[in-house]
């Protein structure tokens, strides 16, 4: 018998983003054995070629449903708003889908009865934050609550819906622009928390679970601290994300923990709960 030979994921990318384009970069240069990048999509049909060019091995660039029949698994790196068509043409036909818009994932829920029906797997990587195998492993007992506490520089909350009207430019001291359960906020900060849906997922759900917002100017960090209360005890994460330079809301670790998954998925090891 020869040496077993394990089958390396086809992987996609949707979204040509920060994100989506360091995902490429790090699967084109081979830096996770068991996945290799074979399509990329983009509202930007344009820029996504350009960018496809600059990889070692160019990939063509699809359509939703020509990417979905290609690949093994697709990585959501888009806006929010596009989450819904990327998701149903991967799960619809069958593949597996690694969501980063954990927000829009919340707004629905019939995509996990899609996953389901098909025989497909939804993955909803850590993101900005950390500890979510604590969460996951208190949330097997009682819990009392879990509340999440999000601060970020003024500037990267511009934009959003939920605050509107409000001079941002203006806010000298700590300020709370939202507070209340997570399913609200990834609507009113659908580029600011999408953290907090995964969260929400591995715990007691987005309408149990609490988050304060603060634009704060004495952070140059996008800084998240979780707090759980339950049988098991107390557990506080606390985490300082240096912002990507390209674009000032997403964190570093956003992009770094697709990866991570990228690899979990791929490896015969699995480590933490």
């Given amino acids: 018998m020869g040496p077993m030979v394990t089958k390396v994921k086809k992987i996609g990318i949707a979204g040509c983003g920060t994100i989506g384009r360091r995902v490429a970069s790090e699967l084109d240069a081979g830096s996770i054995p068991g996945a290799t990048l074979v399509a990329l999509n983009s509202r930007n049909i344009q820029r996504a070629k350009e960018f496809a060019s600059t990889l070692s091995n160019p990939v063509p660039v699809l359509t939703l449903h020509e990417m979905a029949q290609a ?65 996951a492993s208190a949330c097997a007992g009682e ?34 622009v939202y507070e209340g359960p997570v399913q609200e906020a990834c609507r009113l ?44 005890g107390k557990l506080t994460i606390k985490i300082e994300n240096v912002p990507s330079p390209e674009n000032p809301r997403t964190g570093k670790l956003s992009a770094l923990s697709a990866l991570a998954t990228l690899r979990r998925i791929t490896s015969h090891i699995q480590i933490g709960t």
């Fill in 71 to 135: 690949v093994d698994l697709v990585v959501e790196a888009a806006p929010g708003a596009a989450m819904n068509d990327i998701a149903t043409a991967t799960l619809s036909a069958g593949k597996d889908l690694m969501a980063l818009s954990g927000g829009a994932l919340l707004e629905r829920d019939d995509l996990f009865d899609m996953a389901e029906r098909n025989g497909a797997k939804v993955y909803v990587p850590s993101g900005a934050i950390a500890g979510l195998d604590g969460v």
């Fill in 143 to 176: 819990i009392d609550s879990i509340t999440m506490i999000t601060r970020k520089p003024p500037g990267g909350l511009k934009g959003a819906p939920g605050v509107e009207g409000m001079d941002l430019d203006a806010v000298t001291e700590p300020t709370v």
């Fill in 189 to 232: 900060f659908p580029a600011n928390v999408n953290v907090s849906a995964a969260l929400s997922m591995a715990g007691i759900g987005p309408n149990k679970t609490a988050i304060l917002i603060y634009a704060d100017p004495t952070v140059t960090r996008n800084t998240h601290e979780i707090q759980v209360e339950g049988e098991f």
